[in-house]
């Protein structure tokens, strides 16, 4: 994972501030507005509280007050895990698919791409072989309008600890995922990650997923457009 925080600037879609501020490659996408930004990287406790009572109200409009306060301090018992993956954005949806509650989330991050000739492409070939051999997922090279990527699509377990379960015993539940990674010129590799635990929202929330990587957008510290596609740098 990258330490370096001059590497580019994401910013997400509404007003948020970007995760990185940087002077080489921005990364710029928009998310649906049911997505609500999680302030992952508010480092002011008061504001944090803040802005998950704000985050709370926006989520759960219609929700009693005791289960805003559960999904806040839900949310912010994510932020360690959050922060320790190098999470640079980090958006969450609370919605109702078929009359059946459902939520996702949306990260991305940045990490370093492998070492390799021939630029961006090549970078695409290796990715999408080691994510074969090692992910278990269906992995698929595509050509977003930025530029290639790679996608996989798949299923892990996640783990609900018991300080978050009425019974207080750990609980363990599929989550499907998709994954797509862009790799920039400049040795990096945008991550960006939708998953939802609730699969009946599958369908919604790839469809919504597929809409913001096609939206995704580079450009030069200058402001000018940068597209990767067919280039060797």
């Known amino acids: 994972m990258t330490t370096d925080l001059e590497l580019s600037a994401f910013t997400p879609t509404h007003s948020a501030p970007p995760a990185l501020?940087?002077?080489?490659i921005h990364v710029r996408w928009v998310m649906p507005e049911i997505f609500h930004d999680i302030p992952v990287h508010e480092t002011d406790d008061d504001e944090a509280?803040?802005?998950?009572?704000?985050?709370?109200?926006?989520?759960?409009?219609?929700a009693a007050d005791d289960d805003r306060?559960?999904?806040?301090?839900?949310?912010?018992?994510?932020?360690?895990?959050?922060?320790?993956a190098g999470v640079e954005y980090a958006g969450i949806c609370v919605t109702a698919v078929d009359e059946t509650p459902c939520t996702?989330?949306?990260?991305?991050?940045?990490?370093?791409?492998?070492?390799?000739?021939?630029?961006?492409?090549?970078?695409?070939?290796?990715?999408?072989?080691?994510?074969?051999?090692l992910d278990g997922a269906d992995v698929s090279e595509v050509e977003l309008p930025c530029g290639p990527a790679v996608v996989c699509i798949g299923t892990r377990e996640s783990?609900?600890?018991?300080?978050?379960?009425?019974?207080?015993?750990?609980?363990?539940?599929?989550?499907?995922?998709?994954?797509?990674?862009?790799?920039?010129?400049?040795?990096?590799t945008v991550a960006m990650e939708m998953s939802t635990p609730t699969m009946e929202?599958?369908?919604?929330?790839?469809?919504?997923?597929?809409?913001t990587a096609s939206s995704i957008?580079?450009?030069t510290a200058d402001g000018s457009p940068l597209i990767t596609a067919g280039t060797g740098r």
């Open 21 to 24: 501020r940087a002077d080489d």
């Open 159 to 188: 783990k609900l600890t018991g300080e978050l379960t009425e019974s207080g015993q750990s609980l363990a539940f599929p989550t499907g995922y998709i994954r797509v990674y862009v790799p920039l010129p400049n040795g990096t």
């Open 104 to 133: 996702a989330t949306v990260f991305a991050s940045l990490m370093d791409s492998p070492e390799v000739d021939g630029g961006v492409p090549a970078v695409v070939k290796v990715l999408a072989s080691t994510f074969r051999r």
């Open 201 to 211: 929202g599958w369908d919604v929330f790839s469809t919504m997923f597929g809409n």
């Open 217 to 219: 957008r580079l450009f």
């Open 69 to 84: 306060t559960r999904f806040a301090v839900i949310c912010a018992l994510g932020f360690d895990d959050l922060l320790a």
């Open 49 to 62: 509280v803040r802005l998950l009572e704000e985050l709370a109200e926006k989520a759960l409009p219609e």
